[in-house]
């Protein structure tokens, strides 16, 4: 068995925790052993380590592998890695997202120095945070440059973000660059049918008839959930039996059910916090929004396409390569309220609702994201690499 010992920061709610349990387990029937390595969540994050129940993946928790920037948390962090990997002796690093990205890639640094096996270094950029999470990403770049020279493969998960990371921003060469889309199992949601719509909206306790907008991920900063009620009240003014779900917790809850409020949209919007069942949530669902003011590849919205539910998105990060055909939904400039609330109103029409548009965007979904696709595309670059 090949060993590769994966890195992500934490298994918090997100397509990252998503991709790397899935592929710490599903990879070992193409011949990896993995060690997934994982530091702890923040308060008030969804916790996504559900995943690892009935799978058997070997872990390891390094608690000072955390979000936030402290020079001393990541220094012990390194060295916790770096003992982890130690003891594991992996052919492959693999980190996911940016703390473990550079605090995993020192670490296989060192480990690579201290051992007699050097391991090839991959890491992913599951988007990136240049853009919308610090006000001056220049010494961030300036890191990513210099690790990027120690990495042996650059993986992004979009055209956009690997042509913005390496283009723009100038990290890596551009052989180091491939571009591997997320997978996921989305069978569950593709099951979803008229049936099970009908059960949908009575397990939620919705109406029938009711025009329904949702809208799923953490209640937190990049996510703008108050440009989506803003949305909401526009779209009320032309829909007014429309309701708005929104699917995700976190530190803005309160925040924005101020909002609602204030909007007079109380009675309209629902908040369900964090659920398992997201064949109910889509099944439920006339209309999946993202708001975001950042996004790498938006996994709500390959979720939502599955179900067959058309997406409006902001334009930003991997967006568009996801909505890439009318049928499947449609973008709008961040902060365009009105433009957001147009393509909302038209993706309630009776042509973006028939079954035939239903199934494209299942057939579209599925081709493009699912899962047999990316445990192929990662096992054929992990042996590439060895082979080198």
Known sequence: MIRVARVITRLNIGGPSIQTVTLADRLREHGFDTLLIHGRLADG???MSYLLRDRDVKTALVPSLQRPVSPIADARAVAGILRQLTAFKPQIVHTHTAKAGTTGRVAAIAYNRLSSIRARTVHTYHG???EGYFRHAGPFVAIERLLARATDQLI?????????LRDRYRIGRPEQWTMVPLGFNLAPLVAVDPAARAAARQALDLDADAPVITIVGRLTAIKQHELFLRVAHAVHQ???TAIFTIVGDGERRREMEALAASLGLAAHVRFYGWRQDLATIYGAANVCVLTS???GTPVAVI????AGVPAVATDVGGV???LNDPVLGATAPDGDVDGLAAHVVSALSPEMQSPSTVAARRASATARYGLDRLVNDIADLYRTLLAR
């Open 45 to 47: 994050e969804g916790d």
């Open 128 to 130: 990136h945070s240049l």
């Open 156 to 164: 992004a998960i979009s055209p956009r973000i690997e042509s913005d």
């Open 238 to 240: 032309q829909r007014p």
């Open 293 to 295: 003011r950042n996004e």
């Open 303 to 306: 979720e939502a396409l599955a």
């Open 320 to 322: 568009r390569d996801v």
